[in-house]
């Protein structure tokens, strides 16, 4: 139901991104603080939101429609409000277009294999890529001027973020491509579905023995 706590959590991402908005258009030092402070809460609800309904066994269709999508709605408007503003070097858009770009291509593969009634499971990488990735959104957003605020001026709070972004989109590039081939595995037949559920099972499995 979209009243069950974990479908309550994922909304509350959607509904924290218009203020993360306001707060970056004031552009200045306290409202950089507050967009990361308002990002960097919604992005924990992602976790919560997930340990919450495996717990409660309240897992529903509603909440694996809308859990990726807030996400990815949370990350493109932080990426755009990053690139509009000025808060990334010419350097630092070639990872954001790459994490931007894998959202979509993920999406898209999302779709074709439900087509095939055929779920795109989390692997661990993605998971980790997932952490790295909102730590970067989050610390750029507070950017040098909001690190002022609490006192951390002295680090090059920016450079840190840019950092973080490119680990991101490197581990972006991997992840994006694993899914990819299972999506091409799955057009190709039965043989290619066969073999891209056994390496999606295995990345997504803790348990899973590696090669």
């Not at 960097?40 to 992602?46: K, P, V």
Request: proline share 6%.
């Amino acid at each position: 139901m979209p009243t069950d706590l974990p479908n309550l959590l994922t909304l509350s991402r959607i509904a924290a991104i218009p203020l993360m908005v306001l707060f970056a258009a004031l552009q200045r030092p306290w409202a950089d603080l507050a967009a990361c402070a308002v990002f960097s809460a919604a992005a924990i609800t992602d976790y919560f939101d997930g340990r919450i309904a495996r717990q409660r066994r309240q897992i529903s269709p509603f909440g694996r429609m809308l859990d990726p999508i807030a996400d990815k709605l949370l990350v493109g408007a932080a990426l755009m409000l990053l690139a509009a503003h000025g808060r990334l070097s010419a350097y630092g858009l070639y990872p954001a277009i790459v994490i931007l770009l894998r959202e979509i291509l993920v999406s898209g593969l999302r779709e074709f294999l439900a087509g095939l009634r055929v779920g795109l499971p989390v692997t661990r990488l993605a998971k980790w890529k997932t952490g790295v990735q909102m730590a970067a959104l989050g610390t750029l957003l507070a950017g040098d001027s909001g690190a002022g605020v609490i006192l951390l001026d002295l680090l090059p709070i920016s450079l840190i973020g840019e950092a973080m972004l490119w680990t991101a989109a490197g581990l972006t590039l991997v992840t994006g491509w694993d899914y990819l081939l299972a999506g091409l595995r799955y057009a190709a037949g039965e043989r290619g579905r066969a073999a891209a559920a056994a390496a999606l099972a295995e990345a997504s499995d803790p348990a899973a023995p590696r090669p």
